[in-house]
């Protein structure tokens, strides 16, 4: 079954690093741009990040620029998502999705991403 997997997700206090993964089952995510979104209580699904499959190029929303990194590991089918100097307002279900391209999209719909995982919460609090 194709399929995402994110996990790290957790509670961390304001100022605190965690270090999301995204894992991809029965495909490879080496031709696919891979996005990090979040989802926090009564907001829209927001894109976070994303990297490309055809150089590793990555962008950023402005809000998460200079604290959050993406990377991919090509030879454990995975996609990270480093996020430091954290936030209360970056307290949200972070998810990954795949776009079938290798580049990164530009202002698509959400429906466009072929696969998404479920989640992993994300909670910044004192």
């Known amino acids: 079954q194709l399929q995402l997997v994110e996990s790290g997700g957790g509670l961390v206090q304001p100022g605190g690093s965690l270090r999301l993964s995204c894992v991809a089952s029965?495909?490879?995510?080496?031709?696919?741009?891979v996005a990090w979104f979040r989802q926090a209580p009564g907001k829209e699904r927001e894109e976070v990040s994303c990297?490309?499959?055809?150089?590793?190029?990555?962008n950023y929303a402005d809000s998460v620029k200079g604290r959050f990194t993406i990377s991919r590991d090509v030879a454990k089918n995975t996609v990270y998502l480093q996020m430091n100097s954290l936030k209360p307002e970056d307290t949200a279900v972070y998810y990954c999705?795949?776009?079938?391209?290798?580049?990164?999209?530009?202002?698509?719909?959400?429906?466009?991403?072929?696969?998404w995982g479920r989640g992993t919460q994300v909670a910044v609090s004192s």
């Open positions: 990297i490309s499959a055809a150089d590793g190029s990555d």
């Open positions: 999705a795949t776009y079938s391209s290798n580049w990164c999209p530009n202002g698509i719909g959400l429906y466009e991403y072929d696969y």
């Open positions: 029965e495909f490879t995510l080496d031709y696919y741009a």
